[in-house]
């Protein structure tokens, strides 16, 4: 089982429609982070919170940490939120090795809004 | 602002030679690392560097090597490059382990 799964991995949506994408941990984290990668693009990072929901702009992060899920919202979604979504949690910052400082990364969720 | 610029974007390698793949980052961050990115598997952390003149093996670290001689630059080495590392690469920065991730726009090497 990974330690951090996103679902689904696809999702095809239509214009204006609200989406969702999912984020369940496995691994003890101080905070989770969103990612978006548009194809053949650089990864640009969206939020990264460690309690309640942060908003910005259309897109809304939530996170549950006693349930170890978050939840990433897309409003009225658009044409070019098509993008690779990816949730990726840190290690805690006192672990040793070769998982000092890790982040473990989902899977990804590859979403197309049609227009 | 620049962030965190990579260098170059696109390269083909034969197998068997070397190469540098470079990283720069302009907002006085102490933690980089190197990540590749391939597909099914997600993003894998080759090496990181916590501060200048530390570094360290990430979880698929054979057949590369770092060095971070100053807090800006973090290049990675392929020694002796092998088709198995055809790999889109890139490198991130962070104030601190675990903070907000600011990545380059990624490298997209191909060894033949």
């Known amino acids: 089982k990974n330690e951090v799964e996103q679902s689904p991995q696809n999702l095809t949506a239509q214009e204006g429609e609200f989406i969702t994408i999912n984020c369940s941990y496995s691994?003890?984290?101080?905070?989770l982070h969103w990612l978006q990668q548009h194809p053949g693009g650089g990864i640009v990072s969206l939020f990264m919170?460690?309690?309640g929901k942060k908003k910005h702009g259309r897109l809304i992060a939530t996170i549950n940490i006693q349930e170890k899920h978050s939840s990433l919202h897309i409003t009225a979604s658009h044409p070019r939120d098509s993008a690779v979504y990816i949730c990726?949690?840190?290690?805690?910052?006192?672990?040793?090795?070769?998982?000092?400082?890790?982040?473990?990364f989902g899977q990804g969720t590859i979403l197309t809004v049609h227009p | 602002n620049a962030g965190v610029t990579q260098t170059p974007k696109f390269h083909i390698l034969k197998t068997g030679q070397s190469m540098t793949l470079q990283c720069a980052q302009d907002?006085?961050?102490?933690?980089l690392s190197w990540y590749r990115q391939d597909p099914g598997m997600g993003l894998r952390r080759i090496h990181y560097?916590?501060?200048?003149?530390?570094?360290d093996k990430g979880e698929v670290p054979d057949g590369y090597n770092v060095s971070r001689s100053n807090t800006e630059d973090f290049p990675l080495r392929l020694l002796s490059a092998a088709p198995s590392q055809t790999s889109v690469y890139f490198c991130?920065?962070?104030?601190?382990?675990?903070?907000?991730?600011?990545f380059g726009q990624g490298t997209r090497l191909t060894v033949v």
């Open positions: 991130a920065s962070s104030y601190r382990t675990g903070g907000e991730a600011f």
């Open positions: 691994v003890g984290i101080s905070a």
């Open positions: 919170l460690s309690s």
């Open positions: 990726a949690a840190p290690s805690f910052p006192n672990a040793g090795g070769t998982s000092y400082g890790k982040l473990t």
């Open positions: 907002m006085n961050h102490g933690y």
């Open positions: 560097s916590v501060a200048a003149g530390i570094t």
